[in-house]
Every structure is written in structure tokens, then in C-alpha cells.
């Protein structure tokens, strides 16, 4: 249960639902939450060794410097006509089985610190991609994140179409975190937002605080620009590793409250796999 808000001293009044947004890849995870699960799905026969190929010059492409507008329609229009005819609940399951191996060691450290404050904090807690829901929302629920914004592909008979029901990018993440705000109550002008391309600058610019994470040259310039906080994550490891050793002295409730917030979605996580 998040904190109880306190009540204002001067005005009486409860204050401002917040939330953090949070982009998912090179602010949250060190890789392309896409490229990872190209493996397990090259395994699975949803790919063919020429798509992983390029997958993986793709994903060398955007760890070198980033992505563009251009190279972000590029990359949709490919990921889309790649996965047609896609079964939906095969990827999912592919998802589900191989996340904690994958994507598990890939979380940077920081990032997870930063979570688990904002949760201290009371603040809800919302992972936005452009990657589809499928991957973003397990990844999401591991992290112990409130909500998620993906995209989302159109389904029929349980089969991908090809086609893009939304699209979360750019002007997308706005849309997206301007619904969640109307139907949760948030304040965007007390809200905070991380990214660490410039393609998210819409994002970043919706919210009171913005944090460049990890920037492209693009965004680096910009937040300088801007005045805004300029942080750098280079420390992936594993959410189980973090889990502090049993204790036989009494542990303060700051801190408990700190390793609940940390491990709540790793937790819920591990329950969620032996329901299987």
C-alpha cells in the first residue's frame, strides 16, 4: 500500500498525485528490450537467421548513438511486418519463460535505486516504450511499475495483422501519459520523466521534471539547454542479486520500507511464475 498523502499545513488540502515516467531502453535496462527476446524467438521459429542478423546490427546502431525520427519509422514499419501472423499467446509465453534470464541482468542498478525512492516517495511509478505491450508489460510488472504505456498491435484470431493500433513514440508517449494523467488524477506540472533519446523530448517536456538519462548528443545538448539534471546509468545487474542476505538484528522500518519498495516487482514476478 502506497503512503498515506499528508495534508498540506497551509492549505488543507492533499496533495497532487504524482507519477514518474520512465523510458524503457538505455534509461531502465541496458539493451534494446526488442533485440533481446530475438534469441528465444529465433528458437521458437518467429524468426529467420537474416532478421536476427539485422536485428542485431539494428540494436549495435542504437547502442552506438541512439535512434532518429527516421530510424524509429524504419524500425516500426520492419518490427511490424516482421511479427504478422505472429501468434499472440506464443509470444507471450516466450516472454514470460525467458524474462528473468534475459532481461533480469540487464536492469541498471541505478535505475532500480531510482524506482524504489519514487515509490518511497508515494509516487506511482510508469514505464513507456515504444516496445510492444507484450514485452514491456512483464518487464513493467518485474520492476514493480504502477502502469505501462506500449505500443500496441492490431490482433485478430489471436494472430498479429501487421498493422499498428498505437504507436508509443514521440508524440505517442504524450498521449499516452496525458490519458493516464486525466483518468489517475496526476498533475503533470509535479510529475517527472526520464529518457535518454531525444526523440523523447515531447516526454520530457510534458512533466515538471525532466531527467536526461544516459543522453544521445542530441538530448545532452538540449537538457543543457534546459537546465535540466543530466544522469548516467553504466551499472546492469540482476534484481535477484540485490536481495539483501537474512538478518538477525532488527531491521529499521526505513529500510524496510525501502527493500519492499525495491522488491515488490520481483516478487510478484516470482509468485506469477510458479502459478504457471
Known amino acids: 500500500m502506497p503512503p498515506v498523502p499528508i495534508l498540506d499545513a ?29 534469441k528465444p524467438f529465433f528458437a521458437q521459429g ?17 547502442l552506438l548513438s541512439g535512434a532518429d525520427h527516421d530510424q524509429m519509422e524504419r524500425m516500426r514499419e520492419h518490427l511490424t ?5 505472429w501468434d499472440v ?3 507471450r509465453s516466450i516472454v514470460a519463460e525467458t524474462l528473468h534470464e534475459l532481461v533480469d541482468p540487464l536492469i541498471y542498478a541505478e535505475a532500480a535505486d531510482l524506482i524504489a525512492d519514487h515509490k518511497i ?14 514485452i514491456v508489460q512483464p518487464i513493467a ?8 504505456a ?19 513514440y514521440g508524440p505517442g508517449k504524450v498521449e499516452a501519459i496525458e490519458r493516464l494523467a486525466a483518468s489517475e488524477g496526476y498533475d503533470l506540472s509535479h510529475c517527472y520523466a526520464y529518457s535518454d533519446s531525444i526523440t523523447d523530448l515531447p516526454m520530457l517536456s510534458a512533466v515538471g521534471h525532466a531527467t536526461a538519462v544516459n543522453p544521445d548528443r542530441n538530448l545532452r545538448r538540449e ?15 540482476s534484481l535477484w542479486a540485490r536481495l539483501p542476505a537474512p538478518s538477525s538484528t532488527t531491521v529499521a522500518a526505513t529500510a524496510v520500507v525501502g527493500a519492499s519498495a525495491l522488491l515488490a516487482g520481483a516478487i510478484s514476478y516470482r509468485l506469477l511464475r510458479r502459478r504457471r
Open 10 to 38: 497551509v492549505t488543507n488540502t492533499r496533495p497532487p498525485r504524482t507519477a514518474a515516467f520512465f523510458d524503457l531502453d538505455k534509461t531502465v535496462i541496458a539493451k534494446s528490450s526488442a533485440f533481446v527476446f530475438s
Open 46 to 62: 518467429l524468426l529467420d537467421r537474416r532478421t536476427v542478423l539485422e536485428s542485431s546490427y539494428a540494436h549495435f546502431l542504437f
Open 81 to 85: 511486418k516482421m511479427c504478422a501472423g
Open 89 to 91: 499467446s506464443q509470444v
Open 121 to 134: 516517495r508515494g509516487h506511482d511509478v510508469v514505464i513507456v516504450s515504444a516496445s510492444g505491450e507484450e
Open 141 to 148: 510488472a518485474a520492476l514493480g511499475a504502477t502502469h505501462t
Open 150 to 168: 506500449a505500443t500496441r498491435m492490431v490482433v485478430e484470431n489471436g494472430r498479429y495483422t501487421g498493422e499498428v493500433e498505437f504507436y508509443c
Open 223 to 237: 537538457a543543457v539547454s534546459r537546465g535540466w539534471p543530466v544522469l548516467e546509468f553504466s551499472n546492469p545487474v
